[in-house]
């Protein structure tokens, strides 16, 4: 079992920065793939960044250039940096690892808001 625990979120002006946090525990040893998601309302859950235990970084493109991921395997986190935020990036934002059996754990999700 690995625990994810998100904080970082919040509301912020466009053109603002957040950055978000996601602290794993448990079997952590198991983790391959440390990643974030997002969901708007009324929208589907989608990939926002992931990077893999090797370091290798995938985004979607619509982030490309603005969000930066990087994971501190001393301190079992991964951490999603958001800059030039815009209101299309406003989303429960939720922190996933992909163990290297396969399996799935999710965060609790945390609130971006991005709004003047």
């Known amino acids: 079992q690995v625990q994810l625990v998100e904080s970082g979120g919040g509301l912020v002006q466009p053109g603002g920065s957040l950055r978000l946090s996601c602290a794993a525990s448990g079997s952590i040893s198991g983790i391959n793939n440390m990643g974030w998601y997002r969901q708007a309302p009324s929208k589907q859950r989608e990939l926002v960044a992931v990077?893999?235990?090797?370091?290798?970084?995938n985004y979607k493109d619509s982030v490309k250039g603005r969000f930066t991921i990087s994971r501190d395997n001393a301190k079992n986190t991964v951490y999603l940096q958001m800059n030039s935020l815009k209101p299309e990036d406003t989303a429960v934002y939720y922190c996933?690892?992909?163990?290297?059996?396969?399996?799935?754990?999710w965060g609790q999700g945390t609130q971006v808001t991005v709004s003047s």
């Open positions: 996933t690892v992909l163990t290297f059996s396969a399996r799935r754990y």
């Open positions: 990077v893999t235990s090797g370091g290798i970084t």
